[in-house]
């Protein structure tokens, strides 16, 4: 159960990083050019999925793996930090990636170039810092 556990956290853990390595270059270029919004749109939503089910995924698996190693008292601290930075990747996306994203969408939907292109810096920069927090949060788990 706990080898079950930890390897179903990891692979959630996985999507939840992997998926985004594409979303930066596919959102610039696409803004760029202007065509195939609806196609960028339709990417995007499926990858918005991925991330809502993998980020859930892993924190619900990580504190199933508390439950089955230390218990919550127990538990180091560096789990703890990771939670921190999980939680973190999730108010980012909630608070800068998102409306950063509904900016581009509108722009793109309105034909609104310059209003796209206005989203797409803070997008990229949201996403990088979450890439950064996971790396934290994947550091906290192995020391
Ligand atoms: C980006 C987020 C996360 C990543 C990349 C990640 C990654 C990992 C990895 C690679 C392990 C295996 C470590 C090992 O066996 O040496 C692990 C274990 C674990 N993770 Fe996470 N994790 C994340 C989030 C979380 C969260 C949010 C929680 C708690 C709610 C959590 C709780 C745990 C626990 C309890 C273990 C088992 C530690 C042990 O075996 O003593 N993780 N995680």
Same mark, same amino acid.
């Given at each position: 159960?706990?080898? =079950?556990?930890?390897?179903?956290? /990891?692979? $959630?853990?996985? &999507?939840?990083?992997?998926?985004? %390595?594409? *979303?930066?270059?596919? !959102?610039?270029?696409?803004?760029?050019?202007?065509?195939?919004?609806?196609?960028?749109?339709?990417?995007?939503?499926?990858?918005?999925?991925?991330?809502?089910?993998?980020?859930?995924?892993?924190?619900?698996?990580?504190?199933?793996?508390?439950?089955?190693?230390?218990?919550? =008292?127990?538990?180091?601290?560096? /789990?703890? $930090?990771?939670? &921190?930075?999980?939680?973190?990747? %999730?108010? *980012?996306?909630?608070? !800068?990636?998102?409306?950063?994203?509904?900016?581009?969408?509108?722009?793109?939907?309105?034909?609104?170039?310059?209003?796209?292109?206005?989203?797409?810096?803070?997008?990229?920069?949201?996403?990088?810092?979450?890439?950064?927090?996971?790396?934290?949060?994947?550091?906290?788990?192995?020391?």
């Amino acid at each position: 159960m706990l080898v =079950a556990t930890k390897v179903i956290h /990891i692979l $959630f853990a996985a &999507a939840w990083f992997g998926h985004k %390595l594409l *979303i930066p270059r596919d !959102v610039r270029q696409s803004v760029h050019v202007m065509t195939d919004g609806e196609g960028l749109i339709r990417r995007m939503h499926r990858a918005e999925r991925l991330g809502i089910l993998s980020g859930s995924g892993t924190v619900l698996s990580g504190i199933g793996l508390i439950a089955l190693t230390t218990g919550f =008292a127990e538990t180091s601290v560096w /789990i703890y $930090f990771g939670l &921190a930075a999980a939680i973190g990747i %999730l108010i *980012i996306g909630a608070l !800068v990636a998102r409306p950063a994203w509904n900016e581009i969408k509108g722009g793109i939907e309105t034909g609104d170039a310059p209003r796209a292109a206005a989203g797409v810096k803070p997008f990229t920069r949201a996403l990088a810092l979450e890439s950064l927090l996971w790396i934290v949060a994947l550091g906290s788990m192995v020391v």
